[in-house]
């Protein structure tokens, strides 16, 4: 993987709350916990780096899916990381700086109906890389959504988590196949 340029790259974090991080979160997943290491380790290269980071947070107000036709997330998951709660907080081993820029999404692409697009393009960010969980759901979302804005999207195939493994595989493949690249956090590197 060639070396990143700092100034116009971004560490998408996504969704590592407790809702999904904590053995305590509504909907847990070891595997998202097993990911928290190694999130905070490229969060903390890319900060030394002079890169931007972005944290997602999924969160839901109680009566999101009242009047829903079809996109109801409560069917599928159960509440979870609901508006307000403890659930829906990043977990506390991963530390937002005021440098940081949150995003507060409510479906599983965190480009849709958020700020996220301006940000980047105001700040000239082209190369994301996409961290956080699930793997299968909202990174994948995320990702793909990136690559259609034609953003640059590089998924950190080992600060990622997933319910099993299999999903993580999926995911992973499914993204250097349409849209994206994967490298590790070993061949993470930026220009100085």
């Not at 997330?73 to 949150?102: K, P």
Request: aromatic share 10%.
């Amino acid at each position: 993987m060639p070396l990143l340029a700092p100034e116009r790259t971004a560490v998408v974090v996504v969704d590592m709350q407790n809702g999904f991080c904590h053995p305590d979160g509504s909907l847990y997943a070891p595997g998202s916990e097993a990911a928290i290491d190694a999130v905070a380790d490229l969060v903390a290269d890319a900060r030394d780096a002079g890169a931007q980071i972005v944290f997602t947070r999924d969160v839901h107000p109680p009566e999101q899916f009242d009047d829903a036709h079809y996109y109801d997330e409560f069917d599928q998951w159960g509440e979870h990381v609901l508006e307000d709660s403890w659930d829906a907080a990043i977990v506390d081993a991963l530390e937002v700086s005021d440098a940081d820029h949150v995003v507060e999404k409510h479906t599983y692409d965190a480009f849709y109906e958020t700020e996220l697009d301006g940000w980047l393009t105001a700040r000239g960010i082209d190369n994301l890389l996409i961290c956080g969980t699930l793997a299968n759901v909202c990174v994948l979302h995320t990702a793909g959504s990136a690559g259609l804005r034609d953003y640059r999207p590089v998924l950190v195939e080992d600060a990622i988590g997933a319910i099993e493994e299999d999903h993580r595989e999926y995911a992973l493949d499914h993204a250097e196949w349409l849209f994206g690249e994967v490298t590790t956090r070993a061949d993470v590197a930026f220009e100085s």
